[in-house]
């Protein structure tokens, strides 16, 4: 079961990292037989010099691409299925481009990202795949026509460039790419999203009871990152708090401090949940204040909320 949570992390966290370069659309369904595509993601026309922070995941970026994220190895059935939505899509394609009487262009049609977090040789060599020069080893490429290839992240160095696909792997591989990401600089772009949706992964896991080993582990190496970001959030907010204090009076301060944090955290908030706050004391909004953090969209807020009133 822990499969669906992981696969609606790998979406989410793609999107994240991809929507500032172009249109990404995730669980996309396409004809024939449904088929659904984990991520299909269009370039936009403007090339974006800054997909080199995203390293070889900006590569794939560089052109149309559909990304499909394994959390167990890849079968080669699962791969199978994988090459033929690609070729629904170039059918798709094709067809519209002859009823707009245009041709279709052949860097229009994606490519396909097969993310496995580990391969058989054996595999790799049924698929007849080649390593390239110009690529990282773990990048297998099928045969040209095929416009796919199979990427296995435990075979990705252990370098910078690699880090944003080593978090989609499992076990030490997976392990060792969270410590790299906490270790980034607090102003790196990609941070704190990130590590918030691997929070809220880390969330998603605690309350199933029937966990893998993996799992398991990832949760206790996640556990002392959550709580000392948590801390080191709360002493933020209490900094904050004070500075804003001394300059508009103390729960003044407090309220706007914690409705710019609610604002980053859930989404913008709307009136009416911006004047319950304005009506807490200042415990309360302190209270608030460290539970926010724990909060993924706005009903967790107003359930925080009404329980100050029970």
Avoid at 63 to 80: G, H, K, M, V
Avoid at 208 to 224: C, F, G, I, S, T
């Amino acid at each position: 079961m822990t499969r669906f949570i992981h696969d609606k992390f790998a979406k989410d966290y793609l999107e994240e990292l991809l929507k500032d370069y172009g249109e990404v659309k995730s669980s996309e369904k396409i004809s024939g037989e449904i088929k659904e595509i984990d991520v299909l993601f269009t370039p936009t026309k403007q090339q974006n010099s800054n997909l080199q922070i995203l390293g070889l995941l900006g590569r794939f970026a560089e052109n149309p691409a559909l990304i499909e994220p394994f959390r167990n190895p890849a079968s080669t059935d699962e791969i199978c299925d994988c090459i033929l939505k690609l070729l629904e899509v170039k059918a798709l394609l094709r067809r519209e481009a002859k009823a707009n009487k245009i041709k279709l262009q052949d860097s229009e049609i994606p490519k396909l990202w097969v993310l496995t977090p580990t391969v058989s040789e054996t595999r790799l060599s049924s698929f007849g795949t080649l390593e390239r020069d110009s690529w990282l080893s773990g990048v297998h490429f099928l045969p040209d026509a095929l416009r796919t290839a199979i990427v296995a992240i435990h075979q990705l160095p252990q370098i910078p460039e690699t880090l944003w696909l080593r978090l989609l792997g499992r076990g030490s591989v997976q392990s060792q790419a969270i410590i790299e990401l906490q270790a980034l600089p607090l102003n790196h772009p990609y941070q704190k999203a990130t590590l918030e949706l691997v929070y809220n992964l880390r969330e998603n896991l605690r309350v199933n009871q029937e966990l893998e080993a993996d799992d398991r582990e990832l949760v206790m190496r996640l556990e002392p990152l959550y709580q000392r970001d948590r801390e080191q959030a709360k002493q933020e907010g209490r900094r904050e708090g004070r500075q804003e204090g001394r300059q508009e009076g103390r729960q003044e301060g407090e309220q706007h401090l914690i409705i710019r944090l609610l604002n980053r955290r859930v989404g913008e908030i709307n009136e009416s949940l911006i004047e319950e706050i304005k009506g807490l004391s200042i415990e309360q909004l302190e209270n608030l204040g460290e539970a926010l953090l724990d909060f993924s969209n706005v009903a967790d807020l107003e359930t925080w909320l009404n329980q100050q009133q029970g």
